[in-house]
């Protein structure tokens, strides 16, 4: 198994799924949950296997595995990870059995359930491992298929609307990468899907050319983040989703489209990835601010969290595309901090809601007397998702404010008011919930089990670590991000302070 590491993380759910399927309806729900966390327990441990593997120096790809599939269009298997991909597959590895844990309340078609969430999990790892753009197109189509399931068959009221406006948007972006996918094979000579090879071909390309083919790559990919203003799918995905649903959306999903900004468009199209910075950045902050003054809005806090995923993820494109040191850094960063910590608000959401039967901001209220552990973890979560130093979601945004301030003060000083608007709506929220009146019908209601600590702990565990010793995941993100700026812009100049390259200010606007 050592020489296939990757292999195995990527396909070892499937052979869960091949369980359950063989089960039938012979198995309880009882037995379909235990091999279900069993099997993305051991996916887990295998993913740690590769973390003791990888060279944090290395900034090339690791692990590679290749191996000839349809060799008459050049078609083949390869795989491999690098300091960008290594901890979005640590992430999804250990979301995945928080989330089957926490599905323990799901009562209906248990075996189905289970089985969408572990094809999801091949689909999302082989999207972030995939080296030949054809095998990272089909993982990437085939993350909609489970999700479609999970919102549109176990969702809210509203769940089949929610699952089709997600279907049908992130398969109308997906139709411009794959028809760009084509014109680069062809003009490659029809030899190779290889993304190496291919980021020769595209050098070749006129300036016109490669530009109109990172917008189609783009628009993919912006869909799948979402960047403003293609996120109108997100909020009501989100709201509908059943809890582990909206967990991975958010924590995992989401960060394919990012991944897939800095894995693929910037690789391909340095030129075009300069040329389209600043537009990028612009909506970028945009969506920034416009989801953190929409999520003060919402009366639903659910609702509100999904809005708040629109606000954080605008920091990761916008440090992706300030190309600094600091600010693309952080913006890796930054996809894992945010799964994390919006990871933790959707769980502890969906446990008061199991328990209140509401997201209403307007019925709940005086739960911290009812619920003081509950609610002590929401707020921990909370603070780490509006930024308090020492905890993990401080980290990411402050790599990126400043970083963008080298490129742009304007853009940097812009972002930095949603930093304020978040600690509103977060904190205003938390006040809504767990203070006030207690309504007659929550005096009764129970505090946390042993589960849900079992579920959500090793979250707020990591929010912590991450926060106080962030050069646990920068030490190897930082040697991949130098290689991709070196790639789309050489001239940003850089320096090292307290162990992470950080980009000179001095040419800042």
């Avoid at 089957?100 to 009562?107: C, F, G, H, P, Y």
């Avoid at 479609?148 to 609307?161: D, P, S």
């Amino acid at each position: 198994m050592s020489g296939h590491l990757l292999t195995v993380v990527i396909f070892l759910p499937l052979l869960g799924v091949l369980g359950l399927v063989l089960a039938g309806r012979q198995i309880t729900d009882a037995g379909a949950r235990w091999i279900s966390l069993l099997v993305t327990l051991v996916v887990f441990g295998v993913s740690l296997a590769v973390l003791g593997r990888f060279e944090t120096a290395d900034a090339g790809y690791q692990l590679v595995e290749q191996a000839s599939w349809v060799p008459a269009i050049g078609l083949q298997y390869l795989v491999g990870v690098d300091g960008i991909s290594l901890w979005l597959v640590l992430l999804t590895t250990f979301l995945f059995p928080i989330s089957v844990l926490a599905s323990w309340t799901v009562t209906t078609e248990i075996r189905r359930y289970m089985i969408a969430m572990l094809v999801l999990e091949t689909a999302v790892l082989g999207s972030f491992l995939a080296l030949d753009l054809i095998l990272f197109f089909i993982f990437f189509e085939a993350m909609l298929v489970p999700m479609y399931l999970l919102i549109g068959g176990w969702g809210g009221e509203r769940r089949v609307y929610a699952a089709l406006k997600f279907f049908l948007y992130t398969m109308a972006g997906s139709a411009f990468l794959l028809v760009a996918i084509i014109f680069l094979y062809a003009k490659a000579g029809g030899a190779t899907f290889d993304l190496r090879t291919l980021t020769d071909t595209a050098a070749t390309l006129p300036v016109e050319t490669a530009r109109w083919l990172f917008l189609a790559f783009f628009v993919a990919f912006a869909v799948k983040v979402p960047v403003f203003p293609l996120h109108t799918w997100l909020p009501d995905a989100h709201t509908e989703a059943p809890t582990a649903g909206s967990v991975l959306l958010a924590a995992v999903l989401l960060k394919v489209g990012a991944y897939g900004l800095i894995r693929f468009n910037m690789a391909l199209f340095p030129e075009a990835s300069k040329h389209f910075a600043t537009p990028v950045m612009v909506l970028a902050v945009i969506g920034i601010v416009y989801g953190a003054v929409c999520a003060i809005g919402q009366r639903d806090v659910k609702r509100l969290v999904a809005y708040s995923s629109v606000s954080h993820l605008g920091f990761v494109v916008l440090g992706l595309f300030a190309f600094t040191q600091q600010s693309v850094s952080g913006g890796v960063l930054q996809m894992v901090n945010h799964g994390l910590a919006t990871g933790a608000l959707f769980l502890l959401v969906g446990m008061i809601y199991d328990r209140t039967h509401t997201r209403r901001l307007d019925e709940l209220g005086g739960l911290a007397s009812v619920m003081p552990w509950l609610l002590g973890f929401f707020l921990f979560a909370v603070f780490a998702s509006a930024g308090l130093p020492g905890l993990n979601g401080f980290v990411g945004e402050f790599l990126v404010i400043v970083g963008t301030f080298a490129i742009s003060h304007w853009l940097g000083a812009v972002a930095s008011i949603a930093v304020v608007l978040g600690a509103i709506y977060l904190l205003w929220s938390y006040q809504r919930v767990a203070y006030g009146s207690v309504h007659d019908e929550h005096r009764g209601l129970t505090d946390v089990s042993a589960r849900e600590v079992a579920v959500i702990v090793p979250v707020l565990a990591l929010l912590l670590v991450f926060g106080v010793y962030p050069r646990l995941l920068t030490d190897s993100i930082d040697p991949a991000t130098a290689r991709v700026i070196e790639h789309v812009a050489p001239d940003h100049a850089t320096t090292v302070v307290t162990g992470v390259e950080v980009a000179d200010p001095g040419g800042g606007g």
